[in-house]
């Protein structure tokens, strides 16, 4: 095996691949339904190789990754950011302070109680938090500590461990806590709660035995009979009759003649009407009523599909039930919410925010109307704005190197790492406003995102791999017991305090606990149990919150061990 030691030695970037291919194949093995994931896979992986070799890693190269993914963070949620501070988001956001808050202090307590160094606090708080950029704040702090280069070496090693050591019951812990415990301490029914919240925000679940197509909504011609209701009425008044389902006349034929549908027109008897709508409303509400026939010249109406980003602030915080009695949503169908990256279920109480992707269907000329009220189309790009990408890390991590703040006789500075997380967030932000400011291809994002903190650890863990054993010794158990106390105490204070002082939805409640915790698979876990994606109202206000705080605990947390 020593040739193995001396190639990966000699050719550093290569076990860093390794170690990040390892770390995505380990972390995405299944252990009664809980995973790793990429992340910590690549830091246990870089941990196991590193007990081979020595390998040399660069602390340009990590921080110059470790950026790249905090600048890919605070643009994806960057459009949130700002409205999670406002309407119904306040109390996620309250719930993610309470939550990160108590983490830190617990953090602090145990730290002190067992007597750990600054490497061993930080990896508590990134392991025990589930909070893997912590780290390379951490690392930031420790490297800007007055010590000679083979003690913060050594304490930058010590966080990869503890993280090691802690992240595992950090992660089935809130997933446990949120799906399984949480529910217990409040005495809830899952499955209840969510239905009875899907009924306050109209959100209607698919009928049993209804069978998909393959258009969610269609386009059907029927004839008027004689006798039929809507006969002699307005297309005002016609398309009144089924408020609920949203069936509107885009064009009829009477005779030969193809007319297009104008509100105020009379359909009389024998006309063969065009009309829209969800598949199963025309199934189910039209299908019995009236005669269905083939006219592929009367549906030849060209349909539109289309991704548009929600600017106006006009629209921000209206329900969709409201929104939808506008005239210019006449014919306009949404399919789909994306909110931080994360799908939002659409029901009628449902609220709007700036930065919303809503993914609109219907004829061409409505949805070119509908854009100009809602903000700007997303059209695919594949060039990245590496200028506004460049000068935003640049700028970002000049403030944080020169804002400082005091904490008791300390004054600790922003650092480059939360710099450059602002950065990202300003950023992002801007392209609410500013929609051609600043675009990096969704791909681009997911890739500095996803490889940038996996090679990153990767390195953290090539890093502490020689001194893995020996750390673990130092620590001792105690860590891991530390560890279990940091991850639940912030859930049992978090869960009372959205309880009984926020009074929050339950089901809202536990998704706000998985956000604060930044744990995805926590909210998935709440999901899964309810059988509802509802939950994730109360995850995406609260997450952005706990990404910044989080990462933020790395750096304060050295700073107040070593002091």
Request: charged share 15%; hydrophobic share 55%.
């Given at each position: ?27 995405g ?24 070799a ?7 190269a ?27 988001g ?34 508590l ?18 490297n ?20 090691a ?6 992660a ?56 039929a ?58 299908g019995?009523?009236a ?94 704005d ?28 922003l ?5 450059t ?26 890739l ?23 750390a ?25 305090f ?31 149990r ?27 947390i ?6």
């Amino acid at each position: 095996m020593s040739w193995v030691a001396q190639f990966l030695v000699k050719y550093p970037e290569l076990a860093v691949f390794l170690a990040i291919s390892i770390g995505y194949l380990v972390g995405g093995i299944k252990l009664g339904g809980f995973t790793l994931g990429p992340v910590t896979g690549s830091l246990f992986a870089g941990i196991l190789i590193g007990q081979f070799a020595d390998v040399p890693i660069a602390a340009m190269a990590k921080s110059f990754l470790f950026l790249l993914f905090l600048f890919g963070i605070g643009y994806s949620v960057g459009p949130q950011f700002m409205q999670a501070l406002k309407r119904d988001g306040l109390k996620p956001v309250l719930l993610a302070v309470v939550v990160c808050v108590t983490g830190l202090l617990t953090a602090v307590a145990v730290a002190k109680a067992l007597g750990l160094d600054p490497g061993f606090a930080a990896g508590l708080v990134s392991g025990a938090l589930t909070e893997s950029p912590a780290m390379g704040t951490a690392t930031e702090a420790i490297n800007g500590l007055a010590l000679t280069e083979a003690d913060r070496a050594r304490l930058v090693a010590h966080i990869a461990v503890a993280d090691a050591v802690c992240y595992i019951f950090g992660a089935v812990g809130v997933i446990l806590f949120c799906s399984v415990v949480g529910p217990r301490l409040m005495r809830i029914d899952l499955r209840a709660e969510a239905l009875k919240l899907e009924q306050e925000l109209g959100i209607s679940r698919k009928t049993p035995g209804v069978a998909s197509a393959w258009h969610r909504f269609e386009l059907r011609a029927y004839r008027i009979a004689d006798a039929a209701p809507i006969a002699g009425l307005t297309l005002t008044a016609a398309e009144a009759k089924f408020p609920e389902h949203r069936l509107f006349v885009l064009r009829l034929r009477r005779g030969s003649t193809i007319i297009e549908a104008e509100t105020q027109m009379v359909i009389a008897a024998g006309d063969v009407v065009a009309v829209s709508g969800p598949r199963e409303a025309l199934v189910a509400v039209l299908g019995p009523r009236a005669e269905e026939v083939e006219d592929r010249e009367l549906l030849d109406v060209p349909i539109l599909g289309a991704d548009v980003l929600l600017t106006n602030r006009e629209l921000a915080g209206r329900k969709l039930d409201d929104i939808a009695k506008e005239g210019w949503t006449r014919g306009l169908y949404l399919r789909a919410i994306s909110r931080g990256g994360a799908a939002i279920p659409v029901g009628p109480g449902i609220r709007l925010e700036r930065g919303d992707i809503l993914r609109l269907v219907g004829p061409e000329a409505t949805v070119s109307r509908a854009e100009k009220q809602i903000g700007v189309v997303i059209a695919p790009i594949t060039t990245t704005d590496f200028f506004v990408l460049g000068l935003a890390i640049f700028f970002g991590g000049l403030v944080g190197i020169l804002v400082t703040f005091p904490i008791g006789d300390m004054r600790i500075s922003l650092s480059t790492s939360v710099g450059t997380l602002l950065a990202g967030l300003l950023v992002g932000h801007l392209r609410t406003r500013f929609p051609l400011f600043g675009r990096i291809p969704d791909a681009a994002v997911s890739l500095m995102t996803a490889l940038g903190l996996a090679a990153f650890v990767a390195m953290t863990g090539l890093h502490a791999g020689p001194l893995f054993v020996a750390a673990i010794a130092e620590a001792g158990v105690g860590l891991l017991f530390g560890g279990m106390i940091v991850t639940i105490a912030p859930m049992i204070v978090g869960l009372y305090f959205g309880r009984y002082v926020l009074r929050m939805n339950p089901i809202l409640l536990l998704g706000g606990l998985a956000g604060a915790q930044t744990m995805t698979a926590g909210m998935a876990a709440v999901q899964d149990r309810s059988g509802s994606t509802v939950a994730v109202l109360g995850y995406t206000p609260a997450v952005p919150i706990g990404h910044i705080l989080l990462t933020t605990w790395g750096t304060l947390i050295v700073n107040i061990v070593a002091n």
